[in-house]
């Protein structure tokens, strides 16, 4: 993670989780980089209906995949999502929550802090 990351509050950005262990560097941080297209910036906290909804839109959450250090997520767990794809969960009425203090403030670049903070825990 970034020395200076921060998160959408403007602090330091905390970790995410750490079991499972989450992160685009599998760091617990949900900080990002050039080479992570997906900007795996939102700390969520996963929900059955999200992990359904991103079934049926092709991006099983649940399933694990050893081969890429993916244990597989249930409801309850904390997760580093991808910005659109919350934002579009967010549209379609099954955003899961956000832990401000873990979501990087890039992710402002893309959704109102108004509507992250309309899901909380």
């Not at 921060?6 to 905390?14: D, E, I, Y």
């Not at 099983?60 to 910005?83: H, M, N, S, Y």
């Not at 794809?85 to 670049?109: I, M």
């Amino acid at each position: 993670m970034s020395q200076a990351a921060r998160n959408v509050l403007g602090n330091p950005l905390q970790p995410c989780s750490l079991d499972p262990l989450t992160g685009f560097h599998r760091d617990g941080f949900c900080d990002s980089g050039p080479e992570d297209s997906g900007r795996h910036l939102v700390c969520a906290i996963m929900t059955s209906a999200f992990l359904a909804y991103s079934l049926s839109q092709g991006n099983d959450l649940i399933t694990p995949r050893p081969e890429w250090r993916f244990p597989g997520l249930k409801a309850g767990d904390r997760w580093c999502l991808c910005v659109l794809r919350w934002k579009e969960a967010y549209e379609a009425g099954v955003a899961p929550p956000v832990v401000l203090e873990a979501t990087h403030e890039s992710t402002l670049r893309h959704v109102a802090l108004a509507d992250l903070q309309a899901i909380l825990q």
